[in-house]
């Protein structure tokens, strides 16, 4: 087997999804062997004192792929609501504007309370129940 190589698109943002110990997995536009188009991927690398060394990973072989992970991780549960909402309001006008104008659209306003209630009675949002209290602990 050759050696290979990668680059990742400097023009792109890098982020880390995932990391435990010395182990994260990192989500980058990679280009391999200098060879065709970034593609955006998600590796896993390992930190030790020379540096990090890349394991393995996928890379998505269409522009629709990391599209169709995002609806399939939201429609499995996966994102704290609060933290979504937060990030369309900061960078996706797009996304609010489409809940906006389904809201507008709603005429039914008990589906709009069974929204409310279900964000209340969700078990990702962050509750201050459910924080805890050092000192009683330490009692």
């Given at each position: 087997m050759s050696d290979f190589t990668y680059e990742i698109d400097e023009?792109?943002?890098?982020?880390?999804v995932d990391e435990r110990g010395n182990v994260y997995l990192q989500m980058a536009k990679y280009k391999w062997n200098g060879k065709g188009d970034f593609k955006l991927g998600i590796r896993?690398?390992?930190?030790n004192a020379e540096g990090d060394r890349l394991g393995k990973g996928i890379s998505f072989l269409t522009?629709?792929?990391p599209h169709?992970?995002?609806?399939a991780l939201l429609e499995d549960g996966f994102g704290n609501?609060?933290?979504?909402?937060?990030?369309?309001?900061?960078?996706?006008?797009?996304?609010?504007?489409?809940?906006?104008?389904?809201?507008?659209?709603?005429?039914?306003?008990?589906?709009?309370?069974?929204?409310?209630?279900?964000?209340?009675?969700?078990?990702?949002?962050e509750d201050e129940d459910d924080m805890y209290d050092p000192e009683e602990i330490l009692e």
């Amino acid at each position: 087997m050759s050696d290979f190589t990668y680059e990742i698109d400097e023009n792109s943002p890098v982020h880390v999804v995932d990391e435990r110990g010395n182990v994260y997995l990192q989500m980058a536009k990679y280009k391999w062997n200098g060879k065709g188009d970034f593609k955006l991927g998600i590796r896993q690398f390992y930190s030790n004192a020379e540096g990090d060394r890349l394991g393995k990973g996928i890379s998505f072989l269409t522009d629709n792929g990391p599209h169709d992970l995002c609806h399939a991780l939201l429609e499995d549960g996966f994102g704290n609501p609060d933290e979504i909402v937060e990030l369309a309001k900061s960078g996706r006008s797009d996304i609010m504007g489409a809940f906006a104008k389904y809201l507008a659209d709603e005429t039914d306003n008990t589906k709009i309370d069974e929204y409310i209630d279900a964000y209340k009675n969700s078990s990702t949002k962050e509750d201050e129940d459910d924080m805890y209290d050092p000192e009683e602990i330490l009692e």
